[in-house]
């Protein structure tokens, strides 16, 4: 029997369940995909829980990262039955998300899978990988050689640093914890925090930016996002990037950002551009075969028991706490 992931309204995360999925391929020019992995991220708890939209309204299945073969092929044939293959961005934009054992994807959305990535593994790092690359991108576009990435600890923050670490960019870390910080240093940072930007005094600021230099960007994937500090770090005409703080509503000191000619950009990954998403894939491809981005896979769990999973995660987020990528095991 086919399955997926259901919920019929948004609310209450015990109210998911797994159902006999009875749909059926549509179009010759899409794909089915056999999944074997996909992971759960927060994004697929604030659409279930009706903090975000879906874009296709309710009953609902998650889910966003996928990896697995192909089952079916398209009219098309560039991907033969039986290639390897991962996909992100599933269940956003006005799609059904991938937390089924079946699913048609739009060839254009699906990618080779490279031999040396396991499927948990790309589908753990597929959305971090995208996004990481996202940021990067506009900041090799601005130019700036200083960034500093508050949040760095994360598995976007990581990739991140990884990138920058290895395009030469002098990057500094503020993360959670001194373990955490010492990783971003083995990934290319060249300084590393063990706390987050909003915890720093004024004169910590002051030194930091004494010692290092203003930042020509600085990227808030924290949930705290502290305008103040981020202006304070960046250089005269210096762009902040956020893409995290969805429910944070904290005080804008529009003097502080006028004053210096700042930029403010939101980055929301499901708005990538199909130019950008093909020119991510290819990027990210190269580096997960030299086994570059790769994301740690914290817990993988049964499709079965993903109901135990969400609300792990649920229990995360209110907390404020990182639990790390957690992967459905399909096979």
Not at 12 to 35: A, C, G, P
Not at 162 to 180: I, N, Q
Request: hydrophobic share 40%; proline share 4%.
């Amino acid at each position: 029997m086919k399955r997926r992931i259901l919920l019929n309204q948004p609310g209450n995360l015990k109210e998911l369940s797994l159902f006999e999925d009875t749909r059926e391929k549509e179009s010759k020019e899409t794909v089915m995909v056999r999944v074997h992995a996909a992971s759960i991220n927060p994004i697929d708890v604030y659409i279930l829980t009706g903090l975000a939209r879906s874009g296709t309204g309710f009953p609902y299945t998650p889910g966003n990262d996928f990896a697995g073969v192909i089952s079916e092929e398209s009219s098309k044939r560039r991907y033969p039955k039986g290639t390897r293959v991962w996909g992100v961005l599933q269940g956003s934009g006005g799609l059904q998300g991938s937390h089924a054992d079946f699913l048609e994807v739009d060839e254009d959305k699906v990618f080779p899978l490279p031999s040396e990535v396991s499927f948990a593994e790309a589908a753990a790092s597929g959305l971090v990988s995208v996004t990481a690359f996202m940021i990067f991108n506009r900041i090799m576009k601005q130019g700036a050689q200083s960034v500093l990435v508050n949040g760095a600890g994360g598995s976007v923050g990581r990739a991140l640093v990884e990138l920058l670490g290895a395009r030469g960019v002098d990057c500094l870390a503020m993360t959670s914890s001194g373990e955490k910080a010492d990783e971003c240093k083995k990934l290319g940072a060249l300084d590393s925090y063990p706390k987050h930007l909003s915890e720093f005094s004024d004169d910590e600021i002051a030194e930091i930016t004494e010692t290092r230099g203003h930042c020509g960007a600085v990227v808030e994937i924290g949930r705290n996002p502290d305008p103040h500090r981020m202006f304070s770090v960046l250089a005269r005409s210096g762009t902040g990037y956020i893409l995290a703080g969805r429910a944070a509503k904290p005080v804008f000191p529009i003097g502080e950002f006028y004053s210096k000619s700042l930029k403010l950009e939101g980055i929301f990954v499901p708005d990538i551009s199909a130019e950008e998403l093909a020119q991510s894939s290819r990027f990210i491809a190269e580096l997960w075969a030299e086994r570059r981005l790769i994301a740690k896979v914290h817990s993988e769990v049964p499709f079965e028991n993903a109901l135990e999973a969400f609300l792990k995660l649920e229990e995360a987020i209110q907390s404020q706490k990182s639990i790390g990528k957690i992967v459905l095991n399909f096979e």
